[in-house]
């Protein structure tokens, strides 16, 4: 138990390090062969930060842990919005300016609903699993031509600050981190799934719940950073996009990836308390990012009510658990 306690520990620190320097690596290569600024924030650095909950969750279908991949994925978008959104608005008040975003929050809320649609029949055929994949390239495709379109748009220019002040680096170097932060990815999220799914074992939960929880939160950790680093910059719209990207990542890819490797069978739970959960965050995040008013914003009252949700859903969770465990 102690063993897979200090997997866990380090499979996490090491998937968010590894995650960074395949970010930078993969940014900096997309410069070197020419790749628009624009299109590296949206696409490389979209990818990147939600790299951790692909490999863990594709890992974990591999491995047959197909509940681990769902967890990591609904749970990843439910503290992507609740934690680290709220985190972040407390932290410093988001207004939204960007018409881009805009535009995405409709189609995650759209996704959403998808989500929900598919978990109705109790599994995630491999069917589902390519219709999430299929959506999830028209969607990318659709986003990258919009942000092209709109480079003036306020997204946009934070993109091009964000890969302005990172200092430029060597063709060689840029493929050393590239090739070596997707070895560790691989590596860290092996050792991860081993921890938590040891841990689940040994406590007698479902691997589901070590995957909307520890699991989770760990992945998350790229999006915190980057939303908090956008943040104290004042690029205000680059926090929200990455939460919106991400989110629009683990519903589709993430899940999408996991379900065409192994289909899964769904506990009733998923869609009844997780998947609810989701939906109504991500329909507030789409009404307070959308904006009843002409710009949309979220206060430090809203973070904070935003983080209370959260530690009400994990509160939940664990007193499940324990009730289960004691029963």
Do not use: C
Not at 173 to 200: K, M, N, T, Y
Not at 205 to 215: E, K, N
Not at 275 to 298: E, P, Q
């Amino acid at each position: 138990m102690l063993l897979a306690i200090l997997a866990v520990v380090a499979g996490l620190a090491l998937l968010v390090w590894s995650a960074d320097r395949f970010v930078d690596g993969a940014a900096a290569t997309a410069q070197h062969l020419g790749m628009p600024t624009l299109l590296i924030g949206m696409v490389i650095i979209g990818f990147g930060t939600s790299a951790p909950e692909m490999v863990v969750s594709a890992l974990a279908s591999l491995q047959g842990n197909p509940g681990l991949a769902l967890g990591n994925g609904y749970g990843s978008n439910i503290t992507n919005i609740a934690l680290i959104l709220g985190l972040t608005a407390l932290l410093s008040p988001i207004a939204v300016h960007s018409q881009i975003l805009r535009k995405e929050l409709p189609v995650l809320a759209g996704v959403t609903l998808l989500a929900g649609y598919q978990l109705i029949d109790g599994q995630i055929s491999r069917l589902d699993a390519v219709v999430l994949l299929l959506v999830f390239f028209a969607t990318m495709g659709w986003s990258i031509w919009v942000g092209m379109k709109q480079r003036g748009d306020t997204l946009g220019t934070d993109f091009e600050h964000e890969m302005e002040e990172e200092a430029p680096m060597a063709l060689k170097q840029a493929l050393f981190w590239l090739a070596l932060g997707l070895l560790l990815l691989v590596a860290s999220s092996r050792l991860l799934v081993w921890g938590a799914v040891d841990i689940a074992t040994a406590l007698g939960i479902s691997d589901l719940i070590i995957g909307l929880t520890v699991v989770a939160i760990g992945t998350s950790l790229p999006e915190l950073a980057s939303s908090i680093a956008a943040v104290r910059k004042n690029e205000h719209d680059l926090a929200l996009g990455n939460v919106i990207g991400s989110n629009l990542f683990n519903t589709l890819a993430v899940v999408g990836i996991a379900g065409a490797i192994q289909p899964m069978a769904v506990e009733s739970a998923v869609l009844y308390r997780d998947w609810m959960v989701m939906a109504a965050l991500t329909f507030s995040l789409f009404i307070l990012g959308y904006g009843i008013r002409k710009a949309g914003h979220i206060n430090r009252l809203e973070g904070g009510l935003l983080v209370l949700a959260y530690a009400g859903y994990t509160g939940y969770l664990v007193y499940n658990v324990i009730s289960s465990v004691n029963a």
